[in-house]
């Protein structure tokens, strides 16, 4: 195995576990190296990118520095580990880095997700392997495994609880019957949600694994600009207690179908599932993630799909598959991207429905069921408290989808959810 000394751009939660790991002998990052003869030693991040200039790293081998120059323009490094978050800075110093001739790791999903096919052709080019493990899934090795599936198996569907803070409020929310603002404050004070949680709970977090686990899959490019979404911020204490006594539990649910060979349907949107099913009893920050193939069927990977911990190891992962193949000079074969794939939103998708909507005044349950009555042939309904229930009968996803925002013009205040039986 080939020794490289590596740099790490970025030093926050992430990036803190990353070194770690690999310089604090947090783990066995060291023991796949020493050799008790040579008493050779392992391969160590020696720089580290990082605005704070006096932030303690633990050793003394670490340099912090604030020049990207100082990393990119020094031969002895072999591979950077980016870890700062955002878009632009992250992906030009990912593109820097490539065209310098040294292997990348990065978490960053809304970069790879954005510029997934330029960046594996520039590594293509530039002889060198871009490995990006813990942007989907956290510690989940769903990467790797949906590569080793695709050597045999035509991979035809990915569904998923593909993000942590969301899958914890939810959670909660069930567990204690709460209202979505205070279950999301509990969320951010002990640091499961961001100050600004708008990519979490609006679905951009989950579209965006979506789309890398989907272009993987497809072997062609699905943007998360193509991903249907929709947010859990409707979602109240009277839908998780509604829905529980009708014998289902609230979950957000990444999902994509390929139908024929180029057919491609995706959404990101909170779903219902009988609360005795697997998706059901995925709680707190775990992840689930399954895949489907033609020849092996169904595949379920269930994990910590965020944290410290569980994050930091798939990148440190990712940094020992590097030193291997190019110790063996044996880089991987690069990834098929060129399929033209028709991306047909949600059309795929169908299933019975759950509504909940306040009733404002007396127009609005007229409004509401006139609504229904254009796309739902049989309907439960139960009205209480100033609130409308209603179960209907099969409908597709696209035709409820476009009768709720033509409501949402007279009944501002409601949320629904498809079935999953």
Known sequence: MILLNIALLGCGTIGTGVYELINLNKGKFESNFTDLVTKKSSPMITKVLERDTKKDLGDSVGVIVTDPKEILEDDSIGIVIALMGGMDFEYEMIKACLKAGKHVVTANKAV?????????????????????????????????????????????????????????????????????????????????????????IEGYDVSRKLSILSSMAYEGIIRDDDVYKRGITDIGAVDIEMT???????????????????????????????????????????????????????????????????????????????????????????????????????????????????????????????????????KTVIVNNNRVYVVTSLIAANDFNAMAEKLRETVPEFFYARIYE
């Open 112 to 200: 790879i997700s954005e510029y997934f096919a330029e960046l594996l052709q520039l590594a293509k080019e530039n002889g060198v392997v871009l490995r990006y493990e813990a942007s989907v899934g956290g510690g989940i090795p769903i990467i790797g495994t949906l590569k080793e599936e695709m050597r045999i198996n035509r991979v035809t569907e990915i569904k998923g609880i593909l993000n942590g803070t969301t899958n914890f409020i939810l959670s909660k929310m069930t567990e204690e019957m709460a209202g979505f603002d205070d279950t999301l404050a509990l969320a951010q004070s002990i640091g499961y949600a961001e100050a600004d949680p708008t990519a979490d």
């Open 244 to 378: 529980k006594s009708l014998g289902y539990v609230v979950k957000y649910l990444g999902h994509s179908i390929l139908d024929g060979k180029n057919d491609v349907y995706t959404t990101v949107e909170p779903v219902l599932f009988k609360a005795a099913s697997i998706m059901s009893n995925v709680n707190s920050e775990f992840n689930i993630i399954s895949i489907t193939g033609d020849i092996i069927g169904e595949l379920q990977f269930y994990g910590k799909g965020a944290g410290k911990d569980a994050t930091a190891n798939a990148v440190v992962g990712d940094v020992l598959y590097i030193l291997n193949v190019v110790g063996e000079q044996n880089l991987p074969r690069p990834l098929r991207l060129n399929r033209k794939l028709n991306n047909l939103g949600t059309g795929i998708f169908k299933g019975k429905y759950y509504l909940r909507a306040n009733l404002d005044n007396k127009e609005a349950l007229e409004n509401v069921l006139s609504a229904l009555e254009t796309v739902a042939s049989r």
